[in-house]
């Protein structure tokens, strides 16, 4: 039998025999003990029948304020505060961001969705990912950086959509939220 081929087979029996052992030594996990839950008790897939979402699209902006907007010249993320203004918690929004220079070129425009918890009549504050990723803008009403050659910017707010949870718990009585004309 040729060396190379001997030294296969130890290499062979080596994983089949490490393989074995750490099978034989192996922790069993499931215990025997489990039983399935009584199809009558409470359970978390009863409770999310009873939510339903909806989601609508924006008539009016007074709905929803969007306000303090922030991206300072080096940061990778951008901020701002969403103000629901609605008698529901919104757990979407969709919004427009759009970007211009201060002669009102755009620069740039895109939709993004955000998925936070807003209870009614709450602010909460949300980030996300910026648009600038050479980190070569900044907010015109932001903090004016030090350095040369950056461009101070614009940006306009609007909300597109947004997704509203509403409890079902009061039973099938309970009105639907719609949209304004």
């Known amino acids: 039998m040729p060396i190379h081929a001997l ?5 062979f029996l080596s994983i089949l025999l490490a393989g074995a052992l750490t099978e034989a030594n192996a922790e069993k996990t499931l215990r025997g003990r489990l039983r399935p839950k009584a199809a009558g008790t409470t359970s978390v897939e009863n409770k999310v029948q009873k939510i339903r979402f909806d989601t609508i699209a924006v008539t009016s902006q007074a709905d929803i304020r969007l306000s303090g907007y922030d991206k300072p010249l080096n940061s990778r993320k951008e901020s701002m505060f969403v103000s629901n ?3 529901c918690r919104i757990v979407g929004l969709n919004i427009r961001l759009s970007y211009s220079d201060m002669s009102g070129h755009t620069l740039h425009e895109e939709v993004i969705d955000l998925h936070d918890d807003i ?5 909460r504050r949300v980030e996300f990912p910026s648009w600038d990723r050479q980190n070569s803008f900044y907010y015109y009403r932001g903090r004016q950086p030090r350095v040369a050659n950056v461009t101070p910017y614009r940006v306009t707010c609007t909300v597109i959509s947004y997704i509203t949870m509403t409890d079902l718990a009061d039973g ?4 639907e939220l719609t949209s304004k004309p």
Do not use: D, F, M, W
């Open 7 to 11: 030294r296969l087979l130890t290499v």
């Open 172 to 175: 099938p009585n309970e009105t």
């Open 85 to 87: 203004k609605l008698p």
């Open 119 to 123: 209870p009614a009549g709450a602010t």
